[in-house]
DNA sequence: CCTATATATGCTCTAGTTGAGTATTATTAA
DNA sequence: TTAATAATACTCAACTAGAGCATATATAGG
C-alpha cells in the first residue's frame, strides 16, 4: 500500500490528539435533555462529556466512549451512534483539553450520540441534564414561532444578508437564510438545525466565547447561552441527526420507558422536533406502524379518561408479524395552524 | 477544562495516525463508478484513494483531502461530505499506510463522499473509475434480483442462520438478515448497503484479503472482489449515504453534466439505488419538484423521438420561484413488476 | 412516400396517505 | 348531575404513488 506521497510522516513535534464527545440525550416528560458538564474556569460555561481517547487501552471509539462516560458519570449507554468528527484547526487549544497536550498538538474530536431511555439523577457534582432549547431557543416552535426568532434572529440576518460586500454574496447570503429557516415558500425544517446554527455563527449572531477570536466586535451578536469549545455546534448536529432520523428508523423507542401512553410519546416526539402533532394523526400512524403493542394497563394519570399503556414491539421491526407494510420510523403528522398556539395541540 | 481524568496523555510511543479516504463517484450512462487506485504489492487489489492528514499544513479535513485528491489524479473536488471515521484496532497495518510509521502506531482513518460531475479519464498509471457494483454485485437489482443473490449469498445466510449457537443467537441473526436484506415483508431498502456488507462480512460470506485474520477457514465464503483494508466497508458506506440522500437532497446533479434529458437523469438514478423506476412517474416526479428547466435544445441520441434537453434549476432550491411546494430531492417511483426483468423498464 | 420501430411525452385511473376536523366515550372534581 | 379533561373513533377532502394507455416525433428501410 506504499503509494502515499511522501512527507507523509509528521513530524514528532506535532501530536495528534482524538477526544471523544458525548451528547447523551433523554427525555423528560416534554423537556428534552441531554447531560452537560460544568468545569472550572471556564466561565460557568456548560459543556458536553468528553475524554481523552487511549490509542492503546481502546479497541474501538465507541468502547472508549462507553469507558469515559461510565467513569464521568456512572451512566452505562445503550444506543450509540457516531455523528461526525470535527478537525478544524484552532477548535481547541490542546493544552486545555488534554493534560500534557502542547499548543503545537492537533485535537481532532469524534461526537457521538447517544440516548437514555430517561433522565436519571446524576449525583456527580458539575453534572446536569439541561434543556437543549437553553442553547437553541430558536429551535423550539412547540408555542408558535419562538420570539427570540421573529423579533431579534431575523432582522439580525437581515442586517447581515444587507452587509454583504457584493450583490452576487447578498443573494447568496439570502438564499441560505431562506433555506436554513424555511422562509418564504420552502418550510421549517426541524432537522436543519446545524445548518441553522452554522449560519448564526458565521453572521455573528451567536458565538461561542474569546476563543473564537471575534470577541467583542460582533456586530450582531444577539443570543447568548454558549458553550464551550465547538459543544455547541456537536450539539447542533445530534440534534438535527436526532430529528431527522426519527422519520425512518423507530429511535424514539430508545428514549421511551418500558410502558407508555401514546400521549408520552407523542409529547417526547415534540420535545425534540420542536413542533407540535396532530393529536388524532399522530395515533392514527402509530397504530398502524405496528411498532407498538397494548400492555392491557391503563394511566389515570391526567384526570380524563383513563389512557391506555403501551410497549415497543421489537418483533414488529422484522418478525412474522409485520405483515405487508415496510416499517420505517415515525409519520410526524404536523399540525400547521394551530388553533390557539399557547394551548398546544387539542 | 482540565476535569478529563489522568493518564490521558498517550505514550509518545503510541501515535495516532490519521488517514483521509476518499469515495470519488460519478456516473457514465448507466455505471455508477468510483475511482480506485492498485497498489504495488497488494496482490493486485483496488482500493480507494486516500492520503495522509498533515496535522501542521492543513487547516481542516476537507482541505486536505481536495489535495491529496488533486495530487495523486489530477482532479478538482466539487461536492464533498464526510462520511464517518473508522477507527478500530487492526483495520490496517500502519507500517503499510504511513512511511515510517510503525506497528504501535494507531490509524484512523476519516471517509469522505466526493462526487464528480462526469468521469474525466485519468491518465494516471494505477487508477481507473471502476463500476462500484464489481465489489456489490448483490446491490445492483436493475435487472431484477441478482442470481448472486438468491443463489449464493441467500443460502449462505441461511447456513450461517442455523449455524448460531442458541436459540436466541439464531433468531436474532434471521431478523437481522430479514431486515438487511428485505425478505419477507419489508422490502428491500437500497440505503443498507452497509447493513448488508456488515451482515456477509460477519457470516464470512465476504472477506478482505487476509488481514482480517480469517484466512481459508471461512464457512461459506462465496463472494469475491475484496478491496484492500477496510476500504470496501468504506464504499459501502457512501453508497448508503448517497442513496438515501438522493431522496431529499437535489444532491443527483452533482453528478450531472449541465444538460441532460430526462431520460439520462433516470437511468443517472437508477444506476445509484440500483433498481428501475417507473419512466412516466419519474418524470411527473421531476416535473412537478421544478428542479428542472429546459433548456430549449433537444437530444437526437437515441433513434426515437428527440428528448428535450433540461438543466438543473438552482433558483428553485430557493428562490421566489419555488412557489408553494418544499424542495426535497426526487421521487423515487419504484417499478414493482417489471413486465419483463430483461428489458428495463418500458 | 409509407411502414415498422423506437423513444418521448401527455393523460387517466385507483389505492393509499396525509392534513384536518367532528363525534363519542370514560374518567375525576365540584 | 354537570363541567372539565382526555382518550379514542370516524369522516372527508386533497394529494401522492403505482400502473398503464394513448399520442407525438424521430430514424431506417422498403
Chains 1, 2 share one sequence.
Not at 440516548?115 to 436519571?120: F, I, K, N, Q
Not at 449572531?205 to 470577541?215: H, K, M, N, R, Y
Amino acid at each position: 500500500m506504499g503509494h502515499m506521497s511522501d512527507g507523509a510522516r509528521p513530524p514528532l513535534t506535532t501530536r495528534i490528539m482524538i477526544g471523544l464527545n458525548a451528547v447523551l440525550a433523554a427525555i423528560d416528560g416534554d423537556r428534552p435533555l441531554v447531560l452537560c458538564t460544568k468545569a472550572k474556569g471556564d466561565k460557568g460555561l456548560w459543556g458536553l462529556p468528553y475524554g481523552p481517547f487511549d490509542p492503546v487501552r481502546q479497541r474501538t471509539f465507541e468502547l472508549g466512549l462507553r469507558d469515559f462516560v461510565a467513569e464521568q458519570t456512572r451512566m452505562r449507554l445503550g444506543y450509540v451512534e457516531q455523528l461526525y468528527t470535527f478537525g478544524d484547526k484552532g477548535r481547541e487549544a490542546p493544552s486545555a483539553v488534554f493534560e500534557g497536550g502542547g499548543a503545537e498538538d492537533r485535537i481532532v474530536s469524534v461526537g457521538y450520540l447517544a440516548l437514555a431511555p430517561g433522565a436519571e439523577p446524576v449525583a456527580m457534582e458539575n453534572t446536569a441534564w439541561r434543556n437543549w432549547y437553553d442553547h437553541f431557543p430558536w429551535e423550539d416552535w412547540r408555542d408558535g414561532e419562538p420570539r427570540i426568532l421573529s423579533e431579534r434572529i431575523i432582522p439580525a440576518l437581515q442586517n447581515w444578508v444587507d452587509d454583504a460586500e457584493s450583490p452576487a454574496e447578498q443573494r447568496n447570503r439570502r438564499d441560505r437564510v431562506v433555506l436554513a429557516f424555511g422562509y418564504e415558500e420552502s418550510g421549517w425544517e426541524e432537522e436543519r438545525t446545524l445548518d441553522r446554527y452554522e449560519l448564526l455563527y458565521e453572521a455573528g449572531i451567536v458565538t461561542e466565547a474569546e476563543q473564537d477570536g471575534l470577541g467583542e466586535t460582533l456586530p450582531f451578536q444577539i443570543v447568548e447561552a454558549p458553550m464551550i469549545s465547538d459543544h455547541r455546534r456537536i450539539l447542533a448536529t445530534a440534534i438535527g441527526r436526532l430529528r431527522g432520523k426519527l422519520r425512518y428508523r423507530p429511535i424514539i423507542f430508545e428514549m421511551m420507558p418500558p410502558a407508555f401512553t401514546l400521549l408520552d410519546l407523542q409529547r417526547s416526539v415534540e420535545a425534540i422536533i420542536g413542533f407540535p402533532l396532530h393529536k388524532q394523526n399522530f395515533r392514527r400512524g402509530i397504530d398502524n406502524s405496528g411498532l407498538v403493542v397494548k400492555t392491557g394497563n391503563v394511566s389515570a394519570e391526567t384526570g380524563g379518561r383513563p389512557a391506555a399503556m403501551f410497549r415497543f414491539d421489537r418483533s414488529r421491526v422484522t418478525g412474522k408479524a409485520a405483515q405487508d407494510r415496510t416499517i420505517k420510523g415515525l409519520t410526524l403528522p404536523r399540525l400547521r395552524q394551530s388553533p390557539n398556539a399557547k394551548l398546544r395541540a387539542s
